[in-house]
């Protein structure tokens, strides 16, 4: 696939759980824009590949290759990780313009399935998560006395469904923590995405075969993870003083 190159005001732009649906979508539309991409997640020779396709597929008008995406492991329930992952794109670039705390997980089940070890998985991944990246890049930020945060959120932080209920506690906190933090800034942009159903891999977290089945049966009319990453890309390219803070994108068809 090519990608074209559209816009000449690279940022450095780090994207949590880049190594499949969202993220991935995301990195590839974000390296079109001209900006410097790192890519986090466990399967980092997942992440190698992408950035390798990144490199070799992205042109400019002229033709000249100029993708820049650098893969860097990470797992975002370690504080230390997320440190690590942090520094090592501040020492390549002295900046960090744009975090995307995309990673997430979501093994739905009714509650009395009793899946303990899930629900904290859940919570692990999809807030400390989010916290351990915001945590990561605040004092960065803060010096900087710029930057922007966009969280991952979803429908589901916007409603209750059943099987879905610490999934949705997640989703209702990292949108809750992400107002928070927005009316604590006056520098930092905080920009909160709510997809609804999208192509991607987060289904196959599901154990539980019933739900798994229903998703399942949704899942026809999911959206491409690429519009996703349309909507970050429009968020990330607006002037400094502009703070898109929600956008929800989701099929036209999901009720
Ligand atoms: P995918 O399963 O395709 O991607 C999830 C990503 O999260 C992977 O790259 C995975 O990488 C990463 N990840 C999971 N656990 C960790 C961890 N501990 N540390 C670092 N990375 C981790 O699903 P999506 O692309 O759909 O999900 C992206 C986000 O979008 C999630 O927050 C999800 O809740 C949200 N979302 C998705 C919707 C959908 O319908 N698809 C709808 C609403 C919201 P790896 O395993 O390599 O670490």
Redesign the pocket.
Do not use: H, Q, W
């Given at each position: 696939m090519t990608l074209l190159l559209t816009t000449a005001a690279p940022k450095v732009v780090l994207i949590?759980?880049?190594?499949?649906?969202?993220?991935?979508?995301t990195a590839r539309r974000l390296a079109a824009a001209g900006h410097h991409l790192v890519l986090?997640?466990?399967?980092?020779d997942?992440?190698a590949v992408l950035a390798k396709e990144i490199e070799t597929d992205t042109e400019t008008d002229t033709g000249t290759n100029t993708g820049v995406a650098f893969p860097h492991v990470?797992?975002?329930?370690?504080p230390d990780?997320m440190r690590s992952f942090v520094s090592a794109a501040h020492d390549r670039y002295g900046r960090i313009d744009v975090l995307v705390?995309?990673?997430?997980?979501?093994p739905l089940a009714r509650l009395d399935a009793l899946k303990v070890d899930e629900w904290d998985r859940m919570i692990?991944?999809?807030l400390r998560?989010v916290l351990h990246g915001i945590a990561a890049v605040l004092p960065v930020m803060r010096a900087q006395g710029a930057g922007h945060i966009v969280n991952?959120?979803?429908?589901?932080g916007l409603r209750v469904d059943p099987t879905a209920a610490v999934?949705s506690a997640t989703?209702h906190a990292v949108r809750a923590l992400s107002e928070g933090l927005r009316q604590e800034s006056r520098e930092l942009r905080v920009t909160v995405i709510?997809?609804?159903?999208?192509?991607?891999?987060?289904?196959?977290?599901i154990s539980d075969q019933d739900t798994k089945d229903a998703v399942a049966g949704q899942m026809g009319i999911?959206i491409p993870?690429a519009a996703?990453g349309e909507a970050i890309h429009y968020a990330i390219s607006q002037p400094t003083d502009v703070d898109v803070n929600e956008i929800v994108v989701r099929p036209t068809a999901q009720g």
């Open positions: 949590t759980g880049a190594s499949s649906g969202i993220g991935e979508a986090g997640a466990r399967r980092t997942r992440l990470l797992d975002v329930t370690d990780s705390n995309n990673a997430g997980v979501m692990d991944v999809n998560g991952i959120a979803s429908v589901s999934y989703k709510s997809p609804g159903l999208t192509r991607s891999e987060l289904t196959e977290t999911a993870a996703i």
